[in-house]
């Protein structure tokens, strides 16, 4: 297990999370076991993100409101949070990529204005969770990816300052696998990190990313 490297992606993943739950009033905490929420996250974001191995499970749910709807990504997939009411939502990996020659296809457009991101949202499927505060974060890059009319076809969210998080990558035409080479020459010369199920890992891989570990998402209720 190559822990280190994990230690780097939940670090980001967690900065991500707490962008996120910033930009809707939502002030997240932060320490050397775990990022977190005291109440309910946006659709789709954890109340909590471990940031090392071995985190006492007690400790963690009482930061946080532990009750139906609760969700903890469980960073090194070593929680047991079963006793508490807490199932798998899902499992998942760790994936990273150095820097590299970039692939020859077009890098992402960077989405600028909060007429283009509800756009992009809209493609998305994620709606009102992307707030216009996104875009002025120096952390966080909206892209786009349009065919030859500008039509918007997929996307991805880069966060962090190094490595850069790859997130909320979609899209609607074409393939994944396109959409995480464009990715990847956006930004050649930055390392990047992330995670995918196994059912979405295999375009991310064709890319050139590798994995370096398991995590897990617990859900209560």
């Not at 006793?83 to 150095?98: N, P, S």
């Not at 020459?185 to 295999?202: C, H, K, N, R």
Request: aromatic share 8%; charged share 20%; with cysteine.
């Amino acid at each position: 297990m190559r822990d280190d490297e994990r230690v780097a992606a939940a670090r980001n993943n967690a900065e991500w999370c707490d962008i996120v739950c910033g930009s809707h009033g939502l002030p997240g905490r932060t320490d050397a076991d775990a990022w977190s929420v005291p109440r309910r996250s946006p659709q789709w974001y954890p109340d909590a993100v471990t940031l090392r191995p071995g985190v006492d499970a007690e400790a963690l749910l009482a930061r946080l409101d532990a009750g139906p709807g609760a969700t903890v990504k469980d960073s090194f997939a070593d929680l047991d949070l079963s006793g508490y009411g807490f199932r798998v939502l899902f499992d998942a990996q760790w994936i990273q990529r150095q820097p590299a020659a970039p692939p020859a296809d077009a890098p992402l457009d960077r989405v600028s204005t909060p007429d283009d991101l509800a756009s992009w949202a809209e493609a998305h499927g994620g709606g009102a969770l992307f707030r216009p505060a996104l875009l002025a974060d120096p952390r966080v890059l909206v892209l786009a990816r349009h065919d030859d009319r500008g039509e918007l076809t997929g996307g991805a969210v880069l966060s962090g300052d190094g490595p850069y998080g790859v997130s909320n990558l979609f899209t609607r035409t074409g393939t994944a696998h396109d959409v995480w080479r464009a990715v990847c020459a956006t930004v050649p010369d930055a390392p990047l990190v992330g995670y995918e199920t196994t059912q979405d890992l295999s375009p991310a891989l064709r890319a050139g990313f590798t994995t370096t570990g398991p995590l897990r998402v617990w859900s209560h209720g």
